[in-house]
């Protein structure tokens, strides 16, 4: 394979008077050299400077914009902390207003149940205090009535007309002493 590489190259070296891939025509050389470097200057006079300005700013905002993108991530995170703390003190708070509502709802309770006691007293007491009463008043018209059933029962027996006033007098301060025995 080698030897076809090599037969092939000298294929082409027989053609160098006629121009072939590998011939260099020293004309044509020069004239290249000349056009580059012509190139290179204009390039260089009027393209190379708004390139490379051109370059320099995209460099610039890339960095701006990274620049701000790293102050946007930090402004981030002390937003996100600062978050977190105001999160952290609603929730002391609000456990606080929890905490107080209970208290005052056991307080309240408390109260309550101090007034309720206080009123089934007072009702206990007034009760009582009626019973009482009606007891006097049941106690003293049943007397009454006795006094008038011995007055009508001893004018009976005794035939005899007999003051109904002083007779009541008399049976009331029997029963009382009849009472107090």
Request: glycine fraction near 2%; aromatic fraction near 6%.
């Amino acid at each position: 394979m080698l030897s076809y590489i090599v037969l092939a190259f000298s294929h082409f070296a027989a053609e160098e008077s006629g121009g072939g891939l590998l011939s260099v025509n020293g004309g044509l050389a020069f004239w290249m050299v000349v056009t580059f470097i012509l190139l290179l200057f204009i390039l260089k006079r009027f393209a190379w400077k708004p390139i490379l300005s051109a370059l320099d700013e995209r460099e610039k905002s890339i960095r701006d914009s990274l620049e701000l993108a790293e102050k946007t991530k930090e402004e981030s995170k002390q937003l996100l902390e600062e978050n977190k703390a105001h999160l952290q003190k609603a929730d002391e708070e609000a456990r606080k207003i929890v905490n107080q509502s209970r208290e005052f709802a056991e307080k309240m309770k408390s109260q309550i149940i101090e007034e309720s006691k206080i009123q089934a007293q007072k009702l206990i007491a007034d009760a009582s205090n009626e019973i009482d009463r009606k007891k006097q008043e049941a106690f003293n018209e049943l007397k009454n009535q006795v006094a008038e059933i011995s007055i009508i029962a001893a004018e009976k027996i005794l035939k005899q007309n007999i003051d109904n006033e002083k007779n009541k007098v008399i049976v009331n301060n029997y029963l009382d002493e009849i009472s107090k025995n």
